[in-house]
């Protein structure tokens, strides 16, 4: 046995110690998870242990792309932006696009290497053109996961090739539904076959499904040694996003048949419910303490929910105001909430929220108030 393969065993025998709920104890057993979730809203749809915590693996590099994106979208980079390659991005090992030191490659090539093709040299040059080092990246990839919601992801690389990289199912289908936003990484996601390097790397996705469903967005199909077959897929059809995760398939082809299954699925049976403000009516309500004795309300902001199809005509709206609601208040504070049911599920809820500012009563505007009264008798 290698020195390296030894190794390898090392350290995922430490891991699988520290973390025991992680994986399971037979590396060519690995747990599966999957998960459904509608991505425009981030709505969790099905799930099978989609909270088992697993290696990141390459889904991490989802999360350097996000960043990356979110870079772009601020000005801080472009497609065209050329990068040089560091002596720490050409020591990266596994799935590479072999940069050497100090060549040069532009941000859209580096992109089209991890969409494609996995490159965690290529994926080292954007963590550091982002963050400055990867070690701050990192940070940021963290800092983000926490902001998205993904409670149980901690990244320790930005190409998740260390085994101290986790994740889970829901996880990354939050992070692919806050992906599917950025309308100008789909070409990326969806590209078959390309090359980078003036033509020196050619590059082959393995991501079967988009060359044969309908509405596909992308993301990213891999094999993990501790994991086994995984896919990450998300498509459009109708105003509908579905986002199908699968960790832990023993067949490699049946992860895409899986996944084309559940994502019918939740088209067929689910809709975007676009809630009207002209469908709730809201009163204005008592406050206590303050220079008016009632505040005007108004609903607060509004989003689309998803409901099953079924369900789209028997949808019931109910408003509840807060007791005991006290000055002072300013447009926009929370005085109640309307609530949009199926039956006896609540399925969203909204804000009711004060109109107007209501200031709180002390003296002085108790004198401003005799003083109209006097002056309008």
């Not at 998960?35 to 999360?63: I, Q, R």
């Not at 991890?114 to 940070?139: H, R, W, Y």
């Not at 320790?156 to 539904?177: R, W």
Request: include cysteine.
């Amino acid at each position: 046995m290698s020195k390296k393969i030894l190794c390898l065993l090392t350290a995922l025998a430490v891991l699988f110690a520290l973390t025991p709920a992680a994986y399971s104890d037979d590396l060519h057993e690995p747990q599966y998870s999957y998960v459904l979730m509608e991505g425009s809203t981030a709505t969790l749809l099905y799930a099978e242990n989609g909270s088992a915590v697993v290696p990141a693996h390459h889904s991490a590099k989802l999360m350097t792309l996000l960043l990356t994106a979110e870079a772009i979208e601020r000005g801080e980079l472009s497609f065209e932006t050329v990068l040089k390659t560091s002596n720490h991005a050409n020591s990266m090992q596994g799935a590479q696009i072999w940069l050497m030191p100090g060549e040069e490659i532009t941000v859209s090539e580096l992109i089209a290497s991890i969409t494609v093709g996995n490159a965690n040299d290529a994926c080292v040059v954007l963590a550091e053109a982002v963050g400055k080092t990867e070690e701050d990246f990192v940070a940021m990839m963290n800092a983000r996961a926490s902001d998205l919601g993904m409670t149980s992801t901690s990244y320790s690389d930005c190409t998740g090739i260390s085994p101290h990289s986790v994740t889970t199912a829901c996880d990354c289908a939050i992070l692919a539904s806050e992906l599917t936003k950025f309308d100008n990484l789909r070409d990326y996601f969806t590209t078959w076959v390309t090359s980078v390097r003036g033509g020196k790397t050619e590059l082959a996705s393995t991501n079967r499904l988009i060359l044969t469903y309908d509405g596909i967005i992308g993301m990213k199909a891999y094999y993990s040694e501790a994991l086994g077959n995984c896919l990450i897929a998300a498509a459009e059809r109708g105003g509908l996003k579905m986002v199908c995760v699968i960790f832990g398939e023993k067949d490699e082809f049946l992860r895409f048949t899986t996944a084309k299954e559940k994502m019918n699925t939740g088209f067929q049976a689910y809709t975007l419910y676009k809630p009207k403000r002209t469908d709730v009516y809201t009163d204005p309500i008592a406050v206590s303490g303050g220079e008016k004795t009632e505040v005007k309300t108004e609903l607060g902001e509004l989003s689309p929910f998803i409901i099953r199809k079924s369900a789209e005509d028997g949808i019931e709206i109910s408003v509840e105001y807060y007791e005991d609601v006290s000055a002072p208040l300013s447009p926009g504070d929370r005085v109640g909430r309307a609530v949009w049911s199926s039956g006896s599920e609540e399925i969203y809820s909204c804000g009711i929220v004060a109109a107007e500012p209501v200031r709180k009563m002390n003296i002085f505007i108790a004198i401003e108030r005799a003083l109209r009264s006097i002056i309008r008798m």
